[in-house]
């Protein structure tokens, strides 16, 4: 079984430093985006027990972190199809899904299944799986807590809001997963080293001849709410008065 | 003048009614599934057979031309059938939005980095639009005109089945809410966690490790991200880290208190009062307090 994994390399959101009112975006260390790592892990355990290839196809988008490549590669991934150019970068996952739809055809890349995130952990639209599914012409599933592939098809169990959907969908297919999915195993040091020689193909955006909505990006302000931080220690019971009276003052008890 | 298209659920329209409405539309058409009660031009009830998310696709495809702004709920479902939708017509698509204004096009702004940052994008019309509708208040009224349409779709993939989730409580509307992390050691210890919230009057909620990894408590009572947001008087943190993740969950929370026995928990950084103190100890002391107080 082919696989195509799509993973983005984000800004590690946890750690983006704030100055006044702005994020300093820039200043985080570069991660995979979170759920895109269950989806290479998901994507590495079928392999395992099936047999076949896993590529990872990146679009760089934002930042670029050569070792964190290494890591994606290094989780089980056989090659790396890696997308550039100045014009892919910013809000626009029509733009993500076109361009990886004509990289793969372009490159050759067969698959039977592609795996992606719900969302990627810095925009979370999760459009673009969808989009890159009615580019592809193929089958779609998104949301995908629990997933079983057999011969030609995969039973999957969507996670929504109020509840489950079972669904049976004909591969090839296109399935976005969430964190529920499984697991991310990290890999050593060693193999991080050794990822390093796995094959990587570059593709680059000018070749791609892409075409897309416009989208611009008016501004991006942090979002800040002012809380008291007051530190308050000391006997138990002591402080457990002290919860009381706040508790008190705010009319709950 | 603004022609609106809107589609969604049952439980979403009313307040995306009043999302569409918000914009003045010169006409609002409105595609549902079931009979609504809902201030549109026009109410088409789509008769959708499993109701998969792939004839949905196909049937909004062939009704959308025409519209300036297709509107539609930002639940999981509709943020795939949006997607799907503008990826065929080749239009502008925006998720998740939390506010949009009409300016040469639609400016919107939207969350970003798990609630670290919103971020305001422009685009043209037409455009699809995925919308958060928790700031709108429903709108009822009467249709204008209805009309069902008949929609035969032979969909790829094969409904095998659909559970509903058991909503056994609605974490949006607790006014006082007690939620656990990862510093409380044991399932029983829930016991003290439940005893407390019940002298409050209190829902328990908790962080995702609690519901997700170890199965404590539902899926449906984790706070964050990918659970409930919430908006209680109070939010009681006990042993809860305080990552970006679970905290963007409670940020509407009038009063943040938390208890962490690491002073330089990232906890404290968003609450108004932490405590710095050992959970096992100050939540008993607690509950002796309160019951000392009510009698
Ligand atoms: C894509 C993604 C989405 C996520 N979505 C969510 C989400 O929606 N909601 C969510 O909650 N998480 C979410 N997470 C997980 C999140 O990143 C954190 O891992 C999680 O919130 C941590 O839970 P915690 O605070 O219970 O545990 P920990 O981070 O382990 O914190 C436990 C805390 O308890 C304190 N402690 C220990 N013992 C005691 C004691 N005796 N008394 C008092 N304090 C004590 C410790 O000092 C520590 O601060 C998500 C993660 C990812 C990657």
């Known amino acids: 079984m082919d696989i195509v994994a799509c993973v983005k390399l984000v800004y590690d959101e946890t750690q983006i430093p704030l100055s006044g009112d702005q994020l300093l975006i820039e200043e985080a260390p570069v991660k995979i985006s979170d759920m895109d790592k269950n989806a290479l892990e998901e994507a590495v355990r079928i392999k395992e027990e099936k047999g076949g290839t896993v590529t990872v ?13 290494k890591e994606a590669l290094a989780m089980g991934a056989d090659r790396a199809l890696i997308i550039e150019g100045d014009e892919l970068v910013g809000h626009n996952p029509f733009r993500t899904a076109q361009a990886i739809a004509k990289a793969i055809k372009e490159k050759g890349i067969g698959y039977d299944l592609i795996l992606c995130g719900e969302g990627s952990s810095d925009q979370y639209s999760c459009a673009m799986p969808a989009m890159l599914a009615e580019m592809l012409s193929l089958p779609v599933a998104t949301f995908v807590g629990s997933m079983e592939v057999g011969e030609d098809n995969v039973i999957v169990e969507r996670y929504l809001e109020g509840g489950f959907e079972r669904l049976e969908i004909p591969l090839p297919a296109i399935i976005s997963v969430t964190s529920e999915v499984n697991e991310p195993r990290i890999p050593t040091v060693i193999q991080i080293m050794r990822a390093g020689k796995k094959e990587k193909i570059n593709v680059s955006a000018s070749e791609l001849n892409l075409s897309y909505p416009q989208v611009e990006l008016v501004e991006i302000k942090a979002l800040i709410k002012e809380r008291k931080r007051e530190k308050l220690e000391g006997d138990p019971s002591e402080v457990a008065k002290k919860i009381a009276d706040i508790l008190a003052e705010k009319g709950v008890i | 003048m603004m022609r609106i298209l809107a589609i969604s659920d049952k439980i979403n329209l009313p307040r995306l009614v009043a999302a569409a409405k918000s914009l003045n539309p010169k006409e609002l058409v409105v595609i549902t599934s079931a009979e609504a009660n809902v201030p549109a031009d026009k109410l088409i009830i789509a008769k959708l057979g499993d109701g998969l998310n792939e004839c949905w696709v196909k ?32 239009i502008p698509y925006l998720s998740e939005v939390l506010d949009v204004r009409l300016e040469e096009g639609i400016v919107v702004s939207r969350m970003i980095f798990s609630g670290r940052g919103i971020e305001v994008l422009k685009t043209q019309l037409p455009a699809i639009l995925t919308l958060n509708l928790d700031p709108y208040e429903p709108l009822e009224g009467q249709p204008s005109s209805v009309e069902e349409l008949e929609f035969n779709c032979s969909p790829q993939v094969k409904l095998l089945e659909r559970r509903e989730k058991e909503a056994e409580v609605d974490l949006t509307k607790a006014e006082v809410i007690v939620s656990v992390g990862r510093g409380l050691k044991k399932k029983e210890d829930l016991d003290i966690i439940r005893e407390l919230a019940s002298l409050l009057g209190a829902e328990v909620a908790c962080t995702r490790p609690i519901s997700a990894d170890f199965k404590w408590l539902p899926e449906e009572r984790h706070v964050g991200m990918t659970g409930v947001r919430v908006k209680p008087k109070v939010y009681l943190a006990l042993g809860i880290s305080g990552q970006i993740q679970h905290v963007v969950g409670f940020r509407d929370a009038e009063t943040v208190v938390a208890v962490n026995i690491d002073p330089e928990a990232p906890i404290s950084e968003v609450s108004d009062y932490m405590i710095v103190g050992d959970l096992y100890e100050v939540v008993p002391k607690l509950i002796e307090e309160i019951k000392r107080r009510k009698s």
């Not at chain 2, 959308?64 to 799907?84: C, H, Q, V, W």
């Open chain 2, 59 to 90: 049937l909004v495809e062939e009704q959308l031309d025409g519209y300036d702004l297709t509107m539609m709920p930002s639940t999981r479902n509709f943020k795939e059938i949006a997607a799907r939708i503008a990826a065929r017509k080749e």
């Open chain 1, 57 to 69: 196809v990146l679009v760089v988008t934002g930042p670029f972190d050569e070792t964190i490549l």
